[in-house]
């Protein structure tokens, strides 16, 4: 990517008033693929709810802006909600129509990963419907490997797809564990 092109672009935290900008690169993706099986467009104000749970968790959620035009954005959100699975997270990159191929899911990602690794997260893990060439290279380009392979787990537009997860181990995860298991005692 060329210098000219680097200077238009920026990463930025989202905002709630991306509400709106995220929701329309989302929707194209439950109208016109298989990347998500969300069968239903979200409303901007579903997008914003949300946005506000991972914002409130205070996990990355990141947008890519040329120009004043949201073209893609990326987030972390927790793996799972047991406790035990704190240094865990999801990522999730999504690119408006028409972005894909010019390095901006790879700006987004290597942004995620190194707030992820600031913040001191130990692993991190994608979700990708198959096939998805592009998003299981643009995970690889950034040293996830594939961990998992679950067979026709999903339905959109009448087939059955499957889902592979990528994981990456962080460097320098959080050592202070805090407090295990604790249960009151009974009488």
């Excluded at 954005?73 to 704190?86: D, E, H, K, L, M």
């Excluded at 997270?89 to 010019?102: C, H, I, K, N, T």
């Excluded at 995620?112 to 643009?138: C, E, F, K, R, W």
């Amino acid at each position: 990517m060329d210098n000219a092109v680097v200077t238009q672009i920026r990463l930025r935290p989202a905002a709630e008033s991306d509400a709106a900008a995220i929701a329309l690169i989302y929707n194209h993706y439950i109208e016109h693929s298989t990347v998500t099986f969300e069968q239903s467009c979200l409303t901007d104000n579903e997008m914003l709810q949300r946005m506000q749970a991972i914002l409130s968790s205070e996990l990355p959620f990141l947008v890519l802006e040329k120009q004043g035009l949201v073209l893609g954005y990326a987030y972390a959100s927790p793996w799972r909600a047991r406790i035990g699975y704190r240094f865990s997270v999801e990522s999730s990159v999504y690119l408006s129509p028409g972005s894909a191929g010019l390095g901006y899911g790879s700006l987004l990602m290597q942004q995620l990963l190194q707030q992820l690794t600031q913040a001191g997260y130990h692993a991190v893990i994608a979700g990708i419907a198959l096939p998805n060439d592009a998003s299981v290279a643009l995970h690889e380009k950034f040293g996830m490997t594939k961990v998992a392979h679950f067979y026709q787990v999903g339905t959109k537009f009448g087939q059955w797809l499957d889902v592979g997860y990528w994981q990456l181990l962080l460097p320098n995860p959080k050592q202070d564990f805090g407090q295990d298991a604790e249960c009151p005692t009974t009488a």
